[in-house]
């Protein structure tokens, strides 16, 4: 016989069906058994005599009829509620032990580390599983959304050279070359605009972007997912739009629970952020107790350079007063240009800032498309002969005709966490890192064997 889908059985009353999945629940009545079957679809309740004894999580297959349920042993909290399977027969295919988290309720009481350690589990949970499940269906939709937009969704390296955002790099030794690395890139900024050089116009992508700081509720430690992309022949104004068109239609067709509290959103300078609301991320719901109000929100005219000390900017030399409050690429507004060389300070950027009740869940900007006030912006911010070398082939791109571009890159991650109304980023990941930087199931980092180091030309000092 077929397999049969849960969500299926609705559909077949009287008729014969075999189902596999999870034994969700046991209820045995002496010489009757009830158990709860579940699978990816659904739950349906089966109904047996004299079964075998299995513990639950069991995976099993039931054969049988799927009957009515008579009027008042119908469930209404369940979609398969008005029958029942009634079991023939019934194979355990595999035996669960105990399980060493339960999986039943909201899990926020569990020790994380547990959760993570046997985050196949914790993904059994139903609110696990459903933001998964919401997570997939955002993705699925902005890809369909950009692509009917023309956009190219383009995959860029993860093996490759710094791009820095202001975080730490992550690195990897190479074999080939031993003694030299590559760098996780914190984001594809540099190969998006190239791609811009290429001619794409309209490029996308959903990249997982590699930072070394540390986690916080709202940030996961290691790696992150965003929506990245970059247009070319735009002004600031049509990636705004773009945006809020994206977002607006996504929340509609995902979150149709959800009211979104202003359109157009409110754009507001980062200098009257910062004075009425004493933040550059303001929380700017009507009623903060609504957990389907969604307050989006623009910042704009952040100044081009924050004042930086050694430790803040990762790639600064420390040996200028700036650092860009952005990233390098992020272009001065073009009235204020006569400013970089008299008062960088007073210099404006073409970076607009997506915020969300009150957490910032996106940044881009109008990149510098011109060789001269790129090089500007590398000296300002204190670049060594050296640190520009490394990024020389911007410079001999823009050589080859650059269009003007710009882009913007919302984290998918913290989205999720704000419209799931989750309090953490992990909780809208398979398989987020621990706090301490362990990756969830398997125990990374490890070590490595003496033969990889020795490839790798590298020695370990004592820990
Ligand atoms: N690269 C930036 C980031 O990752 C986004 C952008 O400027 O498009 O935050």
């Not at 299926?8 to 079957?37: C, N, P, Q, Y």
């Not at 914790?122 to 939709?141: C, E, G, H, I, Y």
């Not at 902005?142 to 190219?152: A, C, E, G, M, S």
């Not at 030794?173 to 914190?186: K, V």
Request: hydrophobic letters at 35%.
């Amino acid at each position: 016989m077929q397999r049969t889908l849960i969500s299926e059985t609705a559909k077949k009353t009287g008729e014969k069906v075999e189902l596999f999945g999870w034994i969700d629940s046991i209820r045995d009545h002496g010489k009757i058994t009830f158990i709860d079957l579940r699978d990816a679809t659904g739950i349906v309740q089966c109904v047996g005599e004299a079964l075998d004894k299995v513990s639950v999580e069991s995976v099993v297959s039931i054969s049988g009829t799927v009957v009515e349920r008579p009027e008042n042993l119908i469930n209404p909290n369940l979609e398969t509620g008005k029958f029942e399977i009634k079991i023939e027969k019934m194979e355990i295919v595999s035996r669960a032990a105990e399980l060493p988290i339960p999986i039943g309720g909201d899990g926020a009481d569990i020790d994380e580390g547990l959760r993570l350690k046997y985050r196949y589990l914790d993904l059994r949970r139903p609110r696990m599983a459903k933001n998964l499940r919401l997570r997939s269906k955002v993705t699925t939709f902005i890809r369909n959304w950009l692509t009917k937009k023309d956009f190219v969704e383009i995959e860029t390296p993860i093996l490759t050279k710094t791009t820095p955002e202001g975080a730490r790099d992550f690195i990897v030794p190479s074999r080939l070359q031993p003694g030299n690395f590559y760098a996780l890139p914190q984001s594809p900024q540099q190969y998006k605009q190239l791609l811009m050089v290429a001619g794409f116009e309209k490029y996308f992508q959903i990249a997982r972007c590699f930072r070394d700081e540390d986690p916080r509720a709202d940030r996961a430690y290691g790696e992150f997912s965003q929506l990245d992309l970059e247009m070319s022949f735009v002004e600031q104004e049509d990636i705004l739009r773009l945006t809020e068109d994206l977002f607006s239609d996504l929340v509609a067709e995902v979150f149709p629970e959800k009211k979104i509290s202003s359109s157009p959103w409110p754009r507001i300078s980062h200098k009257e952020a910062k004075e009425k609301y004493g933040s550059d991320r303001p929380d700017l719901r009507k009623d903060k107790n609504d957990k389907d109000e969604l307050a989006f929100a623009w910042i704009v005219d952040f100044p081009l350079f924050t004042e930086q000390s050694k430790e803040d900017f990762y790639h600064g030399s420390g040996a200028s007063r700036w650092a860009p409050s952005h990233h390098m690429f992020t272009a001065p507004r073009p009235e204020d240009i006569a400013l970089l060389d008299k008062d960088p300070g007073k210099v404006r950027g073409l970076q607009h800032d997506l915020v969300l009740n009150g957490y910032e869940v996106g940044g881009g900007s109008v990149r510098i498309h011109d060789a001269e006030i790129q090089k500007k912006v590398f000296d300002l911010i204190g670049f060594s002969e050296k640190q520009k070398e490394e990024f020389a082939h911007m410079l001999t791109a823009f050589k080859y005709g650059v269009p003007p571009h710009g882009g913007i890159a919302p984290g998918l991650d913290r989205f999720l966490m704000v419209v799931l109304g989750e309090s953490s980023v992990r909780e809208t990941i398979a398989y987020p890192m621990t706090a301490g930087g362990t990756t969830a199931v398997m125990d990374a980092p490890s070590e490595a064997t003496p033969d990889q180091l020795k490839e790798l030309g590298i020695t370990v000092r004592g820990k």
